[in-house]
Nanobody, 124 residues
Framework: QVQLVDSGGGLVQAGGSLRLSCAGS????????VGWFRQAPGKEREFVAA????????YYKDSVKGRFTVSRDNAKNTVSLQMNSLNPEDTAVYYC?????????????????WGQGTQVTVSS
């Protein structure tokens, strides 16, 4: 399985922005469906956003649609999650995940590879 490294988390005030990155360890990462998930303390992990292996299709959790944008740069072997208009409810550890078995990761997908997680904290 591909090795993933996610990064870019930090502390921001409400209304601020962060850009998360997910780097794949191999060239074939460009053909993997990639998703972003998050988990807040005491809560279950939830789906946030995903991009198809081709990069032509994206899918978002309703509460982040219009604020978050997922994209990929095949030349750099990375997938990014641009997060704007952040609010305290977005506070969580964010994980990228990838799997070659899907064209598109959805809320019910079980990706094979996961990043280590990056903390996003949004203050009021």
């Amino acid at each position: 399985q591909v090795q993933l490294v996610d990064s870019g988390g930090g502390l921001v005030q409400a209304g601020g922005s962060l850009r998360l990155s997910c780097a794949g360890s191999e060239r074939t990462f460009s053909t993997y469906a990639v998703g972003w998930f998050r988990q807040a303390p005491g809560k279950e992990r939830e789906f946030v956003a995903a991009i198809s292996w081709s990069g032509g299709h994206t899918y978002y959790k309703d509460s982040v649609k219009g604020r978050f944008t997922v994209s990929r740069d095949n030349a750099k072997n990375t997938v990014s999650l641009q997060m704007n208009s952040l609010n305290p409810e977005d506070t969580a550890v964010y994980y990228c995940a990838a799997d070659p078995s899907y064209n598109q990761i959805t809320t019910t997908s079980r990706p094979r590879s996961w990043g280590q997680g990056t903390q996003v904290t949004v203050s009021s």
